[in-house]
């Protein structure tokens, strides 16, 4: 597993008047295989997710995933971390489903007969099968939502953020986005407001405005979020 | 759900034929249809069209919706040119643009958008002497794409909450926030072409 350190983190962006922190020194090491992260609406959640593949680079401190700096080596990191957005038609980036799967892959420089063998993979996996060349936006929300995390996990990466992934979704989809994340073999950090997800996992953290506040068991986590927002 | 100029699988020949000569043939057409003077040309333009459907083998449904989102355009242009400079004109002119639209409609259905791509990546290698990246070219073709159906359902989606809230005709009041949910829209997407490497 790929270890996490954030070391002293703060981010902030600014505004008309001055700055507004989103993040306040939050130190931490991570290294179980499945991490949950909960908090409020607004609590620094999705920044601290966003912080784990340098989509947003601390403004104080440093975040370090196997070693490397996330504000220093960003492509080296973004070959690592995979990363799944709530909506997947933001996420969708080729208008058919085999394309999209393709589409990080061929970037990668892998050869056409690698490239194609994991695209076949990944639509037998996912049961895009009967789907290959259909329009993206044409697919159901479920049916969307596996296919942007199928398009991130055909290339592998060792560590998987998903950031609220259930969010969109009815229950059945939520149950089988979960049961797909359930079987993979990489690191997986899970933000969500679906509390059910957490469910045998490893660690939990729960931001509250910006902070970092628990640190523990999904249970007690869980418990301590409820006492913060209720 | 809009089929406009989406991808149809198929054997055909048009379908195996490269993307580079169906795009350079478009063009060419294109450039040629500025000769056209007479509504007879027209029709011999639309011949070729439907011809070129029937080889494709594109169901006539799907043939039919390529000319729909061009349909109430057609209309007005027609009705002016009609009582500006007569029915010739209005076929001339509207006949035109609508066997155009019918062609292009056919190269994106009979083309994979990842071929259209490559294509324009190799034929716009030489730009790279200008600093011109092929790449982010290609890119480019291939979010114009997927935009369509995106902004389409962006648009039904605030059209809906319109309608729910007591729909007002006011322009404004549909335009302002398509605007702002495509700009939203486009931060996330640009979020995860990030996410996605498309740096690397």
């Known amino acids: 597993m790929p270890l996490i350190e954030f070391d002293g983190v703060s981010h902030e962006y600014p505004v008309s008047r001055g700055t507004r922190g989103v993040l306040h ?49 960003a492509r080296e990191i973004r070959r690592r971390v995979g990363f799944c957005f709530t909506d997947p038609d933001a996420q969708i980036v080729m208008p058919t489903v085999a394309e999209d799967l393709a589409f990080g892959l061929r970037r990668r420089g892998l ?47 060792a560590l998987l953020v998903l950031d609220e992934p259930t969010t969109l979704l009815d229950l059945a989809n939520a149950q089988r986005v979960q049961a797909v994340v359930a079987g993979l073999e990489q690191q997986v950090v899970l933000v969500t407001h679906h509390l059910g997800l957490l469910e045998g996992y490893d660690r939990a953290l729960v931001f509250h405005e910006g902070r970092l506040v628990f640190d523990g068991v999904p249970e007690a986590a869980v418990a301590h979020y409820r006492n913060l927002v209720l | 759900m809009s089929t406009f100029a989406v991808f149809v699988p198929g054997e055909s020949a048009l379908h195996r034929a ?81 066997g155009l639209v019918l062609l292009a409609a056919l190269v994106s259905l009979t083309t994979r958008t990842s071929a259209i791509v490559d294509a324009v990546v190799t034929g716009a290698g030489p730009l790279r002497r200008v600093g011109l990246d092929p790449e982010r070219l ?8 997927r935009a369509v159906p995106v902004v389409v359902d962006l648009a039904r989606e605030v059209r809906q909450a319109q309608v729910a809230r007591g729909a007002s005709a006011s322009p404004t009041a549909f335009v302002v926030p398509l605007v702002v949910r495509s700009l939203r829209h486009a931060d996330r997407l640009a979020d995860a072409l990030v996410a996605r490497g498309i740096d690397d």
Do not use: C
């Open chain 2, 18 to 98: 490269p993307a580079g000569a169906k795009l350079l043939a478009l063009a060419l057409v294109a450039v040629l249809s500025v000769l056209i003077r007479q509504p007879w040309q027209v029709l011999v333009l639309f011949l070729v069209v439907v011809v070129l459907y029937l080889v494709a083998r594109i169901p006539w449904r799907t043939a039919l919706a390529q000319g729909r989102p061009l349909l109430w355009f057609a209309v007005g242009l027609a009705a002016f040119q009609l009582l500006v400079s007569g029915w010739e004109k209005a076929v001339v002119v509207v006949g035109g643009m609508l």
């Open chain 1, 25 to 73: 020194d939050v130190s931490v090491t991570l290294s179980e295989p499945r991490i949950g992260i909960i908090g409020a609406n607004g609590s620094g959640k999705s920044t601290f997710a966003r912080m784990l593949n340098g989509l947003v680079v601390p403004t104080a401190g440093a975040v370090r995933v196997d070693g490397l700096d996330t504000s220093r080596s």
């Open chain 2, 138 to 145: 290609g890119l480019l073709v291939a979010l114009a794409v």
């Open chain 1, 111 to 157: 050869s056409r007969e690698e490239v194609s063998h994991r695209v076949e993979q990944a639509l037998a996996t996912y049961e895009l099968g009967g789907h290959r060349d259909h329009p993206a936006h044409l697919l159901s929300g479920g049916q969307k939502q596996l296919l942007a995390l199928a398009s991130v996990l055909v290339t592998r990466p």
